[in-house]
């Protein structure tokens, strides 16, 4: 076996037979939906795709969405934009989450910079949902009403959500550490008529306090009935330079309740989740609660293998999908785990401790934070009794081989390694973990079940064992129901349609391996094209990890109107290093050993920062516009970054390079 195949975990027979994957199969052959067991995960993906309505079905039915379901109403079309699931019938998503926790089961798990390690159990988390459903009802909200939150990831949040949904509000959030355009840009497109905020928050061990950003935020949403208040300041009510605003403290969480549910048409909108927005006003991506719902049961039982009992976390803010899909765990008797601060406060130990302290089974991370860990040096499972930990989940940007080896050398040499890649655009993951495949290293295990993915050449062929655009051939329950404000649906169109009609173009390099692993290469946008031969920025930053003194790195390639290329790789240092001539070699001799000569730039430039979304993913794409001379208004939306400073570096360099 060469390395690229090694595999770092197999299932056991015993893992395999108590898979909740396995238990569906044989629900499968009692119901006679299938006629023989399926011979290996493949087949059983094959069948979904190709028996799509069946396959929905069966997951509505043993889920118990409905008792029946006439496969003629599942989808309307296999049309993309446009297919309808599950006409005419009724979901509630909240009432399904809670419903699946008992009053004694531990249902949310907390911890924060400031906050010690907490417990709610059941009983309490329904009171509490039923007591925020009282106050929203008294403030006027009523279904398909907009619900904001302003808010760190904290079980207020939670409750808040929960309660919203569950009434057929609308929800949306953003995180604390937006700025007051940004968050305008996205909440002002749906007009709330309640927010949830913080009036500050910790992070990496210092307090910020929001309030005068609140009530800026608050003075410009004119369509705002109503403001609560969470104080961060040790529960101190300080006085509000805000009309309509009652502290969460205010609220009446007293006296035992039962939630609401109000019964929703499957494509009722349930939450608006936001694109980057890099080069403009973000896109309203806007799911419906039937389609998220059943995606999620589908993916957190069957993909993740999440149980009953466990506790399920994924690190995040409330500004980023994963923050909803963490609570999806709940749909599976799940306790959901919060953290709200650092990943590296107050050194890269800290979440490894809380997997210990809070006896985390699914614990889910960035690849980022794994290489980190990696390239620190740290040993967790040496040091912490990870006993409790099934899984890691991994996602945000492709995991190089490294540091896979290292989580199994280091971390724990019985994890399952679930490294997943999908999007805001679905809230789920295209392609991630099957209970029945090994993990190998540098890949993803599987598509997803119900999740038609290939890969397609230029020219619009499905290839196998080739590069090329992650395509998605027929619809999925959880793509947006439409954007919002997007009256005529263009934007959504030209978003995933334009490229391959009728087809979703996600924009991701992948190759799906014959085995049926796959391998991500980055954003196909933001592709290196040297002398023909396209390079996904992945592998440079794969070989870059290689390297101890170099904390992370940013390429792009620029086509010259002459014809040549010119491809810069601008490289942050880790602190008490910096670039000189023999690092320089180092980084070029690296390339060239593990990929070819056309991985090696034409300039290493150290970088002071490389920028990033707020959601942590970093901009290639408007960095090339920027080298190519476009203005910093048409390349970048400084409101989308977590640090927008650090784009002034690339317009000075793009100033000092008369080449380009």
């Known amino acids: 076996m060469s390395e690229d195949r090694k595999a770092v975990w197999i299932p056991d027979e015993e893992f395999v037979q108590s898979s909740n994957l396995n238990a569906f199969v044989h629900w499968l052959l009692e119901k006679e939906y299938i006629h023989r067991p399926f011979d290996s995960y ?19 039915e043993y889920y118990g969405l409905w008792t029946q379901v006439d496969e003629k109403q599942v989808l309307s079309s296999m049309e993309m934009p446009g297919a309808k699931w599950f006409q005419g019938l009724e979901v509630n998503y909240g009432e399904q989450m809670l419903n699946a926790i008992g009053d004694e089961d531990i249902a949310l798990i907390s911890k924060s910079e400031t906050r010690p390690l907490s417990h709610m159990k059941g009983r309490e988390l329904k009171e509490k949902v039923a007591a925020m459903q009282r106050y929203l009802k008294e403030c006027g909200v009523q279904k398909g009403d907009r619900v ?68 800026k935020i608050c003075d410009r949403l004119p369509s705002l009935k109503r403001i609560v208040v969470i104080p961060f300041y040790n529960g101190e009510k300080r006085p509000l330079g805000i009309e309509h605003a009652d502290y969460w403290t205010e609220i009446d969480f007293d006296g035992s309740s039962e939630p609401e549910f109000i019964p929703l048409p499957f494509d009722h909108p349930i939450w608006v989740l936001y694109s980057s927005g890099t080069t403009g006003a973000p896109k309203a991506i806007t799911h419906s609660q039937g389609g998220v719902l059943i995606e999620h049961l589908k993916y957190i039982h069957l993909q993740n293998n999440v149980k009953a009992g466990e506790h399920f976390f994924w690190f995040s803010t409330t500004g980023w999908m994963m923050w909803n899909f963490v609570h999806a765990s709940m749909l599976a008797g799940a306790a959901v785990v919060l953290y709200d601060g650092s990943a590296a406060y107050p050194n890269l130990n800290a979440m490894w401790e809380f997997v210990e302290e809070a006896d985390i089974a699914h614990f889910g991370t960035s690849a980022p934070f794994l290489v980190a860990c990696m390239k620190k040096g740290l040993q967790p499972g040496k040091n912490l009794d990870l006993s409790a930990l099934k899984s890691i989940g991994s996602t945000g940007s492709p995991l190089p081989p490294e540091a896979f080896k290292w989580v199994y050398e280091s971390v724990k040499d019985k994890v399952w390694l679930c490294s997943m890649s999908g999007g805001t655009d679905v809230c789920t993951a295209f392609v991630g973990s099957s209970p029945w495949k090994p993990v190998h290293i540098g890949e993803i295990q599987c598509r997803a079940l119900g999740c038609d993915l290939h890969s397609y050449s230029d020219s619009g062929e499905p ?19 439409f954007f919002w404000n997007d009256k005529d649906g263009s934007r959504y169109q030209s978003s995933y349609f334009d490229h391959f009609p009728g087809r979703w173009r996600h924009g991701d390099w992948v190759k799906i391996t014959k085995e049926g692993s796959l391998i991500i290469y980055g954003r196909s946008d933001a592709t290196l094209n040297r002398q023909g031969v396209r390079i996904g920025t992945a592998e440079i930053y794969r070989a870059l990890i290689q390297i101890p003194s170099v904390k992370d790195g940013l390429i792009v390639n620029l086509e010259l109107p002459n014809g040549d290329h010119y491809m810069p790789l601008f490289v942050l240092m880790n602190e008490g290093h910096s670039l000189n001539e023999d690092l320089k070699k180092e980084i070029k001799a690296t390339l060239r050993k593990t990929y070819t000569p056309r991985h090696v730039p034409d300039e290493i430039i150290q970088a002071p920062d490389l920028p990033y979304t707020i959601s942590g993913k970093k901009m290639e794409a408007p960095v090339k516009r920027i080298l190519r001379g476009d203005s910093v208004e048409k390349s970048v939306n400084k409101g989308a970054m977590k640090n927008p400073e650090s784009i002034d570096f690339f317009v000075r360099f793009s100033r000092g390079q008369k080449s380009l």
């Not at 493949?42 to 509505?60: C, G, M, P, R, T």
């Not at 009434?167 to 007009?191: H, K, M, N, T, Y």
Request: proline share 6%.
């Open 42 to 60: 493949e087949d059983f993906w094959q069948w979904s795709v190709d028996e799509l309505n069946l396959f929905w079905k069966s997951i509505a």
């Open 148 to 215: 904001v939150a302003f808010t760190s990831n904290i079980p207020e949040a939670s409750i808040a959500f929960i309660a919203c949904i569950s009434l057929g509000a609308i929800w949306s959030s953003c995180s604390p550490d937006f700025g007051v355009d940004s968050v305008l840009e996205r909440f002002e497109q749906i007009e709330p008529k309640v927010m949830i905020a913080v009036d500050g928050y910790s992070y990496n061990g210092k307090n910020y306090d929001k309030l005068n950003v609140l009530e």
């Open 463 to 481: 290839v196998i064992n080739e590069v090329g655009e992650m395509v998605i051939i027929s619809p999925m329950p959880s793509m947006p129901v």
